[in-house]
Structure formats: C-alpha cells, structure tokens
C-alpha cells in the first residue's frame, strides 16, 4: 500500500491540505496516511502525530525566543516521517517549518518524494530562496499564475493549481436562524487563528465592538474560531461583558454565517479570500510588535499585505496595519462602509473580477491531488 505524510504548520494550511486529500481519497482508498495537522484532517479521519499548536509560531521575535523548542519539534517531526517512511511527504505552507523539515527529510532519505503546495511568497522577499529550494523539493504547486515565473527561472517543476478555497463547494443546508435569532444583522470577525494574534488582536476588536455598540443596537458579532482556541477567546470576552458576541468554531456552520454577514472584520491572511468568495465587504487588520514590524518593513517588496491588493497594486479592500490597527480606525472604517453602500457593491465588484482572473478553469484540489496520484505512480 502507497503511503503519503501530510506536514502542516497551522491551521490555514490542515484546511488546505484536507481538501486535496479529500479529493485524493475519492479517487484511490488504497492509500495509508499519517498527518501532522489539525481538526480539518482530523475530520476526514487522518491521525496527527502532534498538536497542531506546538508547530505554530508567528512573528521573527516569537521564532527566536523558541528556537530551540522549533528545532527539537523538525528533528522530532521527522523522525517520525522517517519511521512512517512515505512514498510521498506533502507538505502545505509555514514554509519556516515544513521546507526545514522537508529539507532533513530528503537528506536522510532520498528516494522520497517531496510536494510542496503554496510556493513560499519569494515575490514579497527573500527570491534567492528559490535556488535553495530546488535542492530537497520535487515538485510545487502554485496558488497564483504570477509565481510561475519566479521558479521556471531556475527550472523547479512547478504546477499552477489554483486555490482551493475558491471552489464551488457543495454546501449542507444549514439554517442559522436555529442558531441566532432570525433577521439578526451579522458582522463576522476573524481574530486569527493563533494564539499569538489572538492575544494582540482581540483586545482592539473588543473595544471597536464597544464603539459600535454606542450607535448601532441591532448587529450581531460572530468571531470565527478554531476549536483548540475557542477557549481562550470565550475567557476574553467574557471579561469584556458584551452581550451581542457569539463565537462559532464548527467548520460546517462557518461558512454558512459568512455568507449571512453584511460586512466581516479580518485579520490578514487566507480567510480574506473566502470573505471575498462569498461576496461580502470588509476591511483587513494586523499587528505586531515593534521589532518584527521594523524586520519586516526591511525586507519586504510590496506595498500591500492582502493578496488581492498586491495582484491589482491598489487597495481595493482597506487595510489598517500597526498604528491604524486600533479600535478608533476600524469603527471608522466600518461605519463608513455602512453608510456608503455604493463603496461596499464596488468593493466586491472588484474583488469578484480579481478572484475570475486567479481562479483554476477546473478544479484546484482536483488538479493537485491528480499530481499527486502521478507521484505515487511514476
């Protein structure tokens, strides 16, 4: 029996990585898999070898204060992997983590096939990675046509996939109004899905909550949350004894409150895409401390954080960054938003003709679970 070691780093990429191999699993039940990810490959009935948590880290200064627990984790990670001894390593995304552990894996065992899904952004920093790449990586699958170039360059086999969380899913009928109360206004808000955002992050929405909460008396705020944090949060709010917040952690039940929302708070990252998937206005936020910021202002050779401005070079979902990412600056932002609905229709207008262009013709989990059933087989 063929077997294949799926390798995450957080919870955007088990997401990711649960619906390739969903797909994979329709077209082959003859193969064995061992996981280290979270509750969405968990769902689909692959064992995780660790705790998704322990992987996790954000931030240049997080990274050095845990250096040497990050270090034990890779060589612990694959040793495992060794042991398992794959056919196939898929590793998806938190390139800092799964390339190194990728890296030792292909050193210690050749003959192992190395996939790696969402190419590291070399288009934002750090291009010479590219050339380090290719030397432990097979074959990498793309979420964006532009990458393309990036590693053609250096003649790395590389596939544009697509993203698989703008598919057309075939949805459950769900009906929210047995969870909330019916015609209920719904502002969903996205703290993150790490500890380390959650902590900085939900302070500040806290308290935009408690501005909104001046003018507004009919909305309802739904933070969406992973379950391993769930309670972190509920701690946090309940301190902060507001009473229109709900928290939703059940991935079925997510997407349905989305696409119910008149407008979502988000933190930077993969979800943006969903929200703009379903149709639906927001603004994106982000912070960290000082010195990272600082790092990264150095490096990085873009303008924009969220993809969607960076592919059309203007910013068409508004992002308030460091600073600006205060509780003031998004009540601002999202009370005008609210009283302009001509902006919150051109905002998703233009969303919906990015999203056209960046879109698989076909199937995006489809097409790189098909790379990966040419791997098991070549």
């Not at 909460?213 to 309802?220: Q, T």
């Not at 233009?350 to 076909?362: N, P």
Request: charged fraction near 25%.
């Amino acid at each position: 029996m063929k077997k294949i070691f799926i390798l995450t780093g957080e919870p955007s990429g088990d997401k990711l990585a649960a619906k390739v191999i969903s797909k994979l699993k329709l077209k082959n039940n003859q193969i064995e898999y061992l996981a280290l990810g979270g509750e969405n490959l968990k769902a689909i009935g692959i064992t995780s070898i660790f705790n998704l948590n322990e992987v996790t880290f954000l931030g240049f200064t997080r990274v050095i204060l845990n250096i040497f627990k990050i270090k034990k984790k890779i060589n612990e990670t694959t040793k495992k992997i060794l042991k398992f001894n794959p056919d196939i390593l898929f590793s998806v995304d938190s390139p800092d983590f799964t390339l190194r552990v990728a890296k030792l894996v292909k050193k210690n065992s050749p003959n192992i096939k190395t996939i790696h899904f969402v190419a590291p952004q070399v288009w934002v920093w750090r291009e010479g990675r590219v050339k380090k790449i290719k030397k432990f990586i097979d074959h990498i699958l793309l979420l964006f046509k532009f990458e393309k170039k990036y590693w053609e360059k250096e003649n790395v086999s590389c596939q544009f996939v697509g993203h698989p969380l703008l598919e057309n899913d075939k949805e459950a009928k769900i009906e929210i109004n047995q969870v909330f109360k019916k015609n209920t206004a719904i502002i969903s808000v996205f703290p993150g899905s790490r500890e380390s955002e959650l902590k900085v992050l939900t302070p500040i929405l806290l308290e935009f909550i408690k501005l909104m909460n001046v003018k507004y008396e009919d909305f309802l705020y739904v933070f969406h949350s992973t379950r391993s944090q769930r309670s972190n949060l509920e701690k946090m709010i309940s301190e902060s004894q507001i009473n229109n917040i709900e928290i939703i952690s059940d991935e079925k039940i997510k997407d349905h409150i989305l696409k119910k929302s008149i407008f979502a708070v988000s933190k930077s990252g993969t979800i943006s895409l969903e929200i703009c998937k379903r149709k639906i206005p927001s603004i994106i936020i982000y912070k960290m401390n000082f010195l990272n910021f600082l790092i990264v202002k150095m490096l990085v050779k873009i303008k924009f954080a969220n993809i969607i401005n960076i592919i059309n070079n203007k910013e068409i979902i508004p992002e308030l960054i460091q600073k600006e990412c205060n509780a003031k600056e998004i009540y601002n932002s999202v009370v005008y938003f609210l009283k302009n609905p001509e902006l919150m229709k051109k905002q998703i207008n233009e969303c919906q003709e990015t999203l056209t262009k960046i879109r698989s013709k076909t199937s995006s989990s489809d097409e790189a679970s098909s790379v990966l059933t040419n791997f098991l087989t070549s």
